[in-house]
């Protein structure tokens, strides 16, 4: 038997914080890949702490839904699950490269597999790309459109902003957008600066956040002039300085995150069968059916 647990920060603040955790999970579940499938917070029940210890399947893979390597996945989850044997240097990760390590949970006579961030998987690169196209509502979008791929960006962990910095130059060296530009809140260059770094008319700004909540929400949409108060909503598309801001949400509400999960899962030895396949194929029928590109977003979306 084998199980996947789904690792993330959850709120106690922000109710909706979870809930791409869970939809993702439900996701993986119908593809029958797992025997379990387990979802886990730092901030919410059900805990880190103890979810390892509620499975009967003896190969667990924990994957965690972070968008960079640091603090929480470097520390704070191995230490809730007592992964003792567990040490950073053990992914010899330069940032972004955190694959997975193989460690004996003794307490329990379980074989963990612990995973690099679903942020940094070179899937995630496909995804922010599918973001664009949902909220662009055009399968094809690229040409003639600028792309903005936003972080938070903090001096205390330097991987934050390597992982927007990583997905940004994949999409460059595809050709596919004009433009494409990694961008920030709390370093530069600043998101609240967007359209001076981009000549197209056309703008699609996809946060590299797991979840909707203040910063996306709230600070993002005001910074960038999107709207004066985040509680009257914004237009999408919004016009801004002589251009057309097509601002995305969370970049981890998208379908597809299901995708990079099992990715992670794969790589770290798990036996799928067709399950990304079959996912790729609920998350495309879903976009295509929830495409709305002319809307008006509202604070909570």
């Given at each position: 038997m084998q199980a996947l647990v789904i690792a993330a920060h959850g709120s106690h603040l922000n109710p909706d914080a979870s809930n791409p955790t869970y939809a993702h999970a439900d996701t993986v579940r119908e593809t029958g890949a797992f025997d379990e499938v387990r979802e886990a917070f730092w901030k919410e029940e059900p805990h880190f702490r103890e979810v390892i210890r509620t499975l009967e399947s003896e190969e667990v893979f924990v994957v965690p839904l972070f968008i960079s390597e640091g603090y929480f996945t470097e520390r704070i989850i191995p230490r809730e699950l007592r992964l003792d044997e567990f040490e950073p240097e053990q992914w010899e990760s330069d940032g972004t490269s955190a694959s997975q390590v193989t460690l004996e949970a003794e307490d329990v006579g379980k074989t963990v597999h612990y995973c690099g961030p679903v942020g940094t998987h070179d899937?995630?690169?496909d995804v922010i790309v599918q973001r664009a196209e949902s909220v662009t509502g055009d399968p094809s979008v690229g040409e003639g459109v600028g792309l903005a791929v936003v972080g938070h960006g903090t001096e205390r962990n330097e991987n934050s902003a390597k992982a927007v910095e990583y997905h940004a130059d994949r999409i460059r060296e595809r050709g596919r957008f004009d433009e494409v530009e990694a961008l920030f809140m709390d370093e530069e260059p600043e998101v609240d600066d967007v359209t001076d770094f981009f000549a197209t008319e056309d703008i699609v700004v996809v946060p590299l956040f797991v979840a909707d909540g203040y910063h996306t929400q709230e600070d993002i949409p005001e910074d960038?002039?999107?709207?004066?108060?985040?509680r009257l909503g914004w237009n999408v598309p919004a016009e801004v300085d002589g251009h057309r801001i097509w601002y995305a949400g969370a970049v981890g509400t998208e379908g597809l995150m299901?995708?990079?999960?099992?990715?992670r899962a794969?790589?770290?030895?798990?036996?799928?069968?067709?399950?990304?396949?079959?996912?790729?194929?609920?998350?495309?029928s879903a976009t295509e059916s929830e495409s709305d590109p002319e809307r008006t977003s509202q604070a909570g979306d």
């Open positions: 899937a995630m690169t960038m002039g999107l709207t004066e108060d985040y299901a995708d990079v999960i099992l990715e794969a790589d770290a030895g798990a036996e799928l069968g067709d399950a990304i396949e079959r996912v790729r194929q609920i998350t495309s």
